[in-house]
């Protein structure tokens, strides 16, 4: 059980441009989770998936973001024409079984200057 | 509006006595309840969950109350040691279980002196 693993682990990019991000779940977790980390804030939900089906999108995913798990194992997070609003810690879980807990990445620190 | 709520943002005690951290919640339609444990750059490690049918779980020095009827959880660490501090996130889901989007609270940091 190697965990989570989130990359990079850093982001800085300038206001307008695009980011990706890769999360890699703990291997045959068919559940994947994105969440946002504001300082000061809990975790806020933005999207999951079931194998490469993306089942719920909270609100706050806007049009410049989208989330892909395209064979049902890792998956991207992929945010268009950044804003300073954007910067924020993104978190990444999974999950196997109904009442198994989420397991959460280290998370991707996005920083826009 | 805050779902899930975390009223002390912050709890200080010696170690070896109880730390209790405090979670309400307004969203009935919540059934499972999990606790996480967050170090500095690191993401939060999961502790302890109750599901709604319950109203207690104990796991080692960790147990969560629920009082269904005041909306309320708890957390209870006895004894505490110095090695539990870090910020401690309530959450909860609608799911029936951990399988399900989660909500947090905004956390407390708890600091546990020797």
């Known amino acids: 059980d190697t965990g989570v693993s989130q990359d990079p682990r850093h982001k800085i990019t300038k206001r307008g441009q695009n980011v990706t991000f890769r999360c890699d779940p703990i291997?045959?977790?068919?559940?994947l989770y994105w969440y946002r980390q504001t300082l000061g804030q809990g975790p806020e939900f933005l999207t999951y998936?079931?194998?490469?089906?993306?089942?719920?999108k909270s609100r706050l995913l806007s049009d410049r973001f989208s989330a892909e798990r395209p064979k049902g194992s890792f998956s991207t997070l992929e945010i268009q024409r950044t804003e300073q609003g954007d910067s924020a810690m993104y978190l990444c879980a999974s999950s196997l079984f109904r009442n198994q807990p989420q397991h959460f990445g280290d998370g991707t620190r996005l920083s826009i200057l | 509006d805050q779902q899930v709520k975390q009223n002390s943002p912050s709890l200080s005690v010696q170690e070896g006595r109880i730390s209790i951290l405090n979670c309400d919640y307004t969203?009935?339609?919540?059934?499972?309840f999990l606790w996480y444990k967050k170090y500095p750059a690191e993401g939060p490690t999961f502790l302890i969950s109750?599901?709604?049918?319950?109203d207690k779980n104990e796991d080692g020095r960790f147990t969560v109350f629920l009082n269904k009827s005041a909306k309320h959880l708890s957390l209870h660490i006895v004894p505490s040691q110095p090695g539990d501090s870090a910020v401690y996130f309530c959450?909860?889901?609608?799911?029936?279980?951990?399988?399900?989007?989660?909500?947090f609270g905004k956390g407390t940091l708890l600091t546990v002196n020797p």
């Open positions: 291997s045959e977790h068919n559940r």
């Open positions: 969203n009935s339609m919540f059934d499972y």
């Open positions: 959450a909860a889901s609608e799911g029936g279980g951990s399988n399900y989007k989660l909500t």
């Open positions: 998936f079931q194998n490469e089906a993306q089942l719920e």
């Open positions: 109750i599901s709604s049918i319950k």
